[in-house]
């Protein structure tokens, strides 16, 4: 499966997989422009696996205010795109609520993103799916530029929870 930048514009706006259930983050915080492949199966552990990406702008918001005359893209937005895109798979896979990041185990971060940077990369690999007491996906993430592992988080959770708790 695939999704354009259209399409990813749609899931920020609620209602993409169904109403009250999981959506990304529309305007500034959205961290994706293209989820490139989405699957079930595959991936390290054989229970999904993504892939998406981001186009570098050298005026996106974040490059004026993280540094002063030492522009980077902050290392948690790499970070909340992986979340983001877990939640994606719990919505794509039928599972309601909306999606909440719950945490991660190890991160690292071995490389920056400068302003013309040109794209990044993500990478998902799904490690499991919980239904119940809460619906919840674990995964492992990385963000790669120039084919380049620059950051890497292990035990990404994301919850649905339901209506307001």
Same mark, same amino acid.
């Given at each position: 499966?695939?999704?354009?930048?259209?399409?990813?514009?749609?899931?920020?706006?609620?209602?993409?997989?169904?109403?009250?259930?999981?959506?990304?983050?529309?305007?500034?915080?959205?961290?994706?422009?293209?989820?490139?492949?989405?699957?079930?199966?595959?991936?390290?552990?054989?229970?999904?696996?993504?892939?998406?990406?981001?186009?570098?702008?050298?005026?996106?918001?974040?490059?004026?205010?993280?540094?002063?005359?030492?522009?980077?893209?902050?290392?948690?937005?790499?970070?909340?795109?992986?979340?983001?895109?877990?939640?994606?798979?719990?919505?794509?896979?039928?599972?309601?609520?909306?999606?909440?990041?719950?945490?991660?185990?190890? #991160?690292?971060?071995?490389?920056?993103?400068?302003?013309?940077?040109?794209?990044?990369?993500?990478?998902?690999?799904?490690?499991?799916?919980?239904?119940?007491?809460?619906?919840?996906?674990?995964?492992?993430?990385? #963000?790669?530029?120039?084919?380049? #592992?620059?950051?890497?988080?292990?035990?990404?959770? #994301?919850?649905?929870?339901?209506?307001?708790?």
């Amino acid at each position: 499966m695939q999704y354009s930048k259209a399409q990813v514009l749609e899931m920020g706006e609620g209602g993409f997989f169904g109403e009250g259930n999981a959506q990304l983050p529309n305007s500034n915080m959205l961290m994706i422009d293209e989820i490139s492949h989405l699957s079930k199966t595959g991936g390290d552990y054989g229970r999904g696996q993504l892939k998406a990406s981001l186009e570098i702008h050298p005026d996106q918001w974040f490059f004026s205010c993280h540094f002063k005359n030492d522009p980077v893209m902050p290392g948690c937005l790499g970070l909340d795109a992986l979340w983001q895109l877990l939640g994606v798979f719990l919505g794509w896979s039928g599972l309601s609520g909306k999606g909440r990041a719950l945490g991660a185990g190890q #991160v690292k971060f071995s490389g920056q993103v400068f302003p013309d940077a040109g794209s990044i990369d993500y990478l998902l690999h799904v490690k499991r799916v919980i239904t119940k007491p809460l619906a919840m996906g674990i995964a492992d993430g990385k #963000v790669i530029h120039n084919g380049k #592992v620059i950051y890497q988080a292990d035990n990404l959770k #994301v919850g649905l929870i339901q209506g307001n708790d």
